[in-house]
């Protein structure tokens, strides 16, 4: 391998990155992708590096984009990004990539090819949090006209928001084929912004914009605080809307939210409709999970993705990720799934996932509960409802937190270990003839555990 060619592709990669770093920040950049090393760009792959699982994952689900569309306007003719993982050092043994032109700039965020094939409606589960997103998502696809424009959709990370623009954009690509429909995310609206600018093409970036049928543009908190991208794409939006062009946005909060954006930007933005996809609940959770497992060859048992469903909460790409991974691992390793192995391989993840419950919290949930103030739970006061709410809270103390006896004592105004022996039976006792107390108690300690 000539090492006139490896230092020419080295030098392209170096190009690569110094335009990465303007696209998605410094931050990001020296985070993220600054970690990554370059091994080819043969045919339509790119091939990098990361120095750990984590790296590549992160590259892959927020950069992947950025790189594809920077590599490409360098010429490289990349169709997708492979990462694999090295700990150790890179061997020098880097390959040569097909051709290196250098040209000008390329559209292909217009491309379909940043469209995820399975982010399409069919593979989209709709439950209670996402159904009104869901059934705005289908009527703007599915409209001839813009029947609200723009439409808004916000919720947390990995709830399903870009599921559902991409899932847009292939509908709308099935029943209007002529539709100009473009997609993009907002840190590369603001990339081949920044990029038109340099080589004087902010016409032509314009007139693209402006020629679409539907604009569709991913993730826009990001354009908080970047004055100018967000003037431009003010312009952008405001004449798109103005001609009944259909914008779709997508961000992690609402547009009155939005943190950096100009009010008179964020109002125009809640013109239309803003639909937000809400926090998981169990039954999607099960849904999403019981759909995956189906496309497995292996069979997951049905308590393994309960068990999944209850402990892993926070999103939908993490609960994707956890069934991912005890499945690669039960089938290398060819053992049977079960809760304990599902346990086991995901032992870091679900430690993230527990939520710690305190007594401090404990105090505070039971004081709202019964309405009272925590310095009368902490007193003497032997009104009924303090002391109910009181021995409920020293009572979940001992069972939902490891302290001890004396500990949980102190945390209530340095009462002693016998004052809470007393309360724990008290409860017991209690919820064993007072249905209305058994009634609190059962809501309280829930709530304690979700
Ligand atoms: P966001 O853009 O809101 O951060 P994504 O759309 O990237 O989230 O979703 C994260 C992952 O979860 C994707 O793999 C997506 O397919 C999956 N996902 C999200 N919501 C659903 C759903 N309702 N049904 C099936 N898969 C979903
Ligand atoms: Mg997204």
Redesign the pocket.
Known sequence: MSEIVTEKILQIWKEILCDLRTAIGEQSFKNWVSKLKILSAEGSVLKLMAPSNFVRDTVFSRFSEDILTIANSYGCNVKSINISVCQASISDDIEIPDSIQKKEETDSFADVSVLDK??VFR????GKP?EFAYAAAIRVAESETTPFNPLFLY?G???????LMHAIAWRIKELYPIKKVIYLSAEKFMYLFIKSLRFKTSISFKEMFRAVDVLMVDDVQFIGGKDTTQEEFFHTFNELVDNNRQVILSADKSPSDLAGVEDRLKSRLGWGLVADIHPTTYELRLG?LQ?KAKTYKVPVPENVLEFLAVKISSN??EL?GALNRVMAHAILIGRKITIDVAQDVLKDLLRSNEKSITIEGIQKKVCEYYGVKLSDLNSAKRHQNITNARHIAMYLSKQLTTKSLPEIGRNFNGKDHATVIYAVKRVIALADTDSKFRSDLEVLTKSMES
């Open positions: 399975r982010f593979n989209f589960v709709v996402n919720g990370v990995g709830l399903g928001k870009t599921h999403i759909v939908i790409r994707e």
